[in-house]
């Protein structure tokens, strides 16, 4: 397709699939490499749009072959030519150039030289790395996991809420926060007490950066029945693994008139329809994944996209890791928080493939969440894959105001920041359910990459905001 203002630039994924001989196919992309043999230039051009690229051949007869022949790595050309098959192995069609028209030269001390580089190097040039093959094909996957996000619930008839990245509240509870706020750090006004006087700040009262926006779209829910967000959220805990960022992308569906058994079958056909996008849509991507970062990814996320997910209770799960006789760092036993260590063994040696744990004790989660009639447990579930652990977290919600508020108080949060969430169950409430997906975290899944800075644009972790 053309765009107004870019001539007839084509996209080299769109001129692979021409057959040959094509006159008059413009690309334009940033060099590869060039490899000069006799009088012949060879240059790989990619423009992002595809893993391969495109060979480029000037010959001799092109007016500035010796220029072109000298063309630096990373530097932005515009290209016109002939598209004819290609006679030497290694890829089926080449771009014989008639015009190489040189748009934006790169210093020589381009850093993305031929040879391979380590994702930790890769990392401190978050700005360029997009240009390699690795990232080039895992933005393309997070891209196509985007899109198939969007499709997978406007199919169902889900809207699309945009809830806010400014909060007042606190969804999770956990005091994970990162403040918003315009007062002057050097001299905060104070109260007669002493203490900072936040009532003088910006929007009248403390702010922070919203860890979820599930209580936002719980309203939503609770109105037009199904509704998701896909946004960023924020959290400061001090977490330094390869799964943990402060900033991430989350899914959160929710339904109204659902129940936890309903919530995982969507989770369930959610993820599956994601694995499924993409070994489809970005299949040569997927290869390379396949052949380069973890061997028997296809073929474990084809298996995924046929197996059924196994469901079992926290208490249930509990029981099998402790008479796995596996040594974990951590002890497990009823009321302990399930460790990632705890939930890889499962999933990976236990289970075998993705499985939900539901039916927590109600002490380690959020107070939100429906307490089941045992008094003990919650209607939560988490699903823990293989490689990444947990991927999805989600619950029954409370829908009974009384029980709802009693939570609230005992979670010691303050019941009036919560006010216009519990006025939800005084005005028509229903049972519903909803859950969160770590977008990262299925970025991770789909393409074997082991660490979350790996998988976002420009990765924020403690210690860490570059760019
Ligand atoms: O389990 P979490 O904390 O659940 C919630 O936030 C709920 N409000 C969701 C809901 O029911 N609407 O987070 C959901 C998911 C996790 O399962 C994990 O995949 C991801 O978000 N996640 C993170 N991903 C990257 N870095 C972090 N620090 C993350 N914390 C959670
Ligand atoms: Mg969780």
């Known amino acids: 397709m053309q765009s107004l203002g870019q001539g007839s630039r084509r996209r080299i994924v769109d001129v692979l699939t021409l057959s040959p001989p094509q006159e008059g196919i413009v690309v334009k992309g940033w060099v590869r490499t060039v490899r000069t043999s006799k009088q012949v230039a060879f240059l790989n051009v990619n423009d992002g749009s595809n893993l391969s690229g495109l060979q480029v051949v000037a010959g001799e007869d092109l007016e500035n072959r010796e220029e072109v022949g000298h063309l630096t790595t990373g530097s932005a050309v515009a290209i016109t030519g002939t598209l004819v098959e290609s006679p030497a192995k290694g890829q089926a069609v080449e771009l014989r150039a008639t015009a190489v028209e040189i748009v934006g030269k ?148 929710e339904m109204s008139f659902c129940d936890l058994a309903g919530d995982c ?109 045992d008094d003990r447990t919650v209607a939560a579930m988490d699903l823990l894959v293989p490689k990444v652990g947990e991927l999805i977290g989600g619950s029954q919600r409370e829908e009974r105001h009384d029980v709802l508020k009693a939570a609230i108080e005992a979670a010691k949060l303050p019941v009036e920041a919560y006010q216009w969430y519990l006025d939800t169950r005084r005005f028509g409430t229903t049972p519903h359910a909803g859950f969160g997906l770590g977008f990262e975290r299925m ?7 082991q660490n979350i800075r790996d998988v976002i644009p420009f990765p924020r972790t403690p210690g860490n905001c570059l760019f």
């Not at 008839?157 to 990245?165: D, Q, R, S, W």
């Not at 329809?273 to 849509?281: G, N």
Request: aromatic fraction near 12%.
């Open 265 to 373: 079958d969507l989770a369930e056909a959610y993820t599956k329809h994601l694995v499924t996008t993409v070994l489809e849509r970005c299949a040569e991507d997927m290869a390379f994944f396949d052949e380069r970062v973890e061997k028997g990814l296809v073929e474990r996320l084809r298996a995924v996209a046929e197996a059924s997910f196994e469901r079992m209770t926290y208490a249930e799960a509990v029981r099998r890791l402790e008479g796995s006789g596996q040594e974990f760092e951590y002890p497990v036993y009823f009321g302990a928080n399930l460790q990632a260590e705890h939930e890889r063994h499962l999933t990976e040696t236990l289970v075998g493939r993705p499985v939900f744990v539901t039916d927590y004790p109600r002490e380690i989660k959020a107070f939100y969440m429906r307490r089941n009639d």
């Open 106 to 253: 790169a210093d020589p001390d381009y850093p993305l030289q031929k040879k391979r580089h380590g994702f930790e190097f890769l990392r401190t040039i978050a700005h360029l790395r997009n240009r390699t093959n690795t990232y080039g094909a895992v933005f393309r996957v997070r891209n196509a996991l985007a899109h198939a996000t969007h499709c997978f619930f406007q199919d169902r008839g889900f809207v699309y809420v945009h809830t806010p990245i400014i909060t007042a509240s606190d969804c999770e509870g956990a005091g994970e926060l990162f403040r918003v706020s315009t007062l002057d750090p050097e001299s905060p006004p104070r109260n007669d007490q002493g203490q900072i006087d936040w009532s003088q700040d910006f929007f009248g009262g403390s702010t922070y950066l919203t860890v979820s926006g599930q209580l936002d779209v719980e309203t939503f829910a609770l109105g037009m029945s199904d509704v998701y967000t896909f946004g960023p959220t924020f959290r400061a805990e001090n977490s330094h693994t390869s799964r943990h960022a402060s900033e991430f992308w989350m899914i959160e569906p």
């Open 443 to 449: 970025v991770m899944y789909a393409t074997g990459m």
